[in-house]
């Protein structure tokens, strides 16, 4: 990857000299292309001065510990200190000579936890197992905010994440937002808490494109609406209902305007709607769940999300299909059509499992056939080569959905597979013959 920005970049300078382009435009061209990706500019010789950084910093590890015992408390905190400050400031101040600056952000970056063990031994300290990660990201968000190089605020931003979820799952400590066994749920300001960190670990997100940050505070939101919390959910409709508004909602605003498509979000949604495709094998006592109702704060959080998720849905552009795309209202439609079709589980039983099932399919089947048909017209080999994966796997998946019980024998088994791989062979040669006759 650095060997094509680096060609780049010199076909860049070369038309700036040849007058086709100014060198300020080309300038211009190239941090933009850098832009999207951000560890685009790292060298072989960045990737070394960082493993260098870590190894230096597990090395100053060592070698204290093994001298633990010979230094005075005050004495190891103010070196610690002394040490911790000038990292930083050698960081900023060798920060255009990526070669040196690299591992000191690195040694830098991993510091606190060298202080905060300290700390906690020297003044026998013990107690909430979240405190030390909140601190470390505490210490290290200088380095992750301050670095013109993205490294260190992504492990920053990765930590607090890490933290958010390792902090409110647990039942005790100071962001546990799950019940302990049989208690009440945790206190209000958990909730403050936990949200300032999701904050935080979104606001650190190098880049100006959030879709990472975004997709993990969703799956983070419908865990805690899953999990024994203040907001959780019990019946299937709410649930459904949830989960295919915070699906569409990533979709909706998990990329930029200038994306082709919404890579991720797409396979999530994409994801979620052929899961519902399951729901014909549902009874209703499957879907009746007995660990207790709904909370009120958790039944009208799922209305609010359904709410920002039609809204957008009608007043933002659609992001299933590709950017600019004249099928508009057919994505909008099938987006809709599926939050909407949770509505069939407010009165759960086996035929309203299956009238969601039936309307999944067809969801997929619609966005296969859509896909196919833009693609062929806005000669989109990609767009055709997703919509053609989307409908052969729900064909075969219906297929061994529904004749899979009868394949009691070897010869049986045979024949499908003759008839799978037939399938692929003619499926194949359909998609390079509608892909070649767009490029014509």
Known sequence: MASYYKKFKADLDASAGAGIITPEQAAAVYERA???SPFASFRAAHWIGAAAGLFVALG????????????????????????FAGMGEAAIRLDEKPA?????????????????????????????????????????????LLSRRPFAAYLCSALLFFTLYYGTLSSNGMLALTAARAADPQPLWHWGLALAVLAGGAAVFPGRKLSLPLGASVIWLFIMMLADTAIKLRSSGLILLSGMSLAVLWLTYGSERDDER????????????????????YGGDELVNHSGPDTSAGGALAWLLFAGGLLSVVFRPQRLLPAGSRDETAGKVMLAASMLCSFFLFDANEATAKAVAITANLLLAAFGTVSIISGARDSSEKQINLGVAVLTLTAVTRFIDIFGTMLKSGMAFIVTGVAFGALAYFVNKGRKALIESVKK
């Open 34 to 36: 850098l832009a999207g």
């Open 60 to 83: 100053i590890i060592l070698i204290v510990a093994s001298n633990w015992d010979k230094i005075d408390s005050y004495t190891k905190l103010f070196a610690f200190l002394l040490l």
């Open 100 to 144: 040196a600056a690299v591992p000191l952000e690195m040694i830098w970056f991993f510091m606190p936890i060298l202080g905060i063990g300290l700390y906690a031994q020297i003044f026998n300290l013990s107690g909430d197992p979240v405190k030390p990660y909140l601190v470390w990201a505490a210490l290290a968000s200088p380095a992750a």
């Open 262 to 281: 919404a890579s991720l979000p797409l396979k999530v949604w994409l994801g979620a709607v052929y899961f519902t495709t399951f729901f014909w094998h």
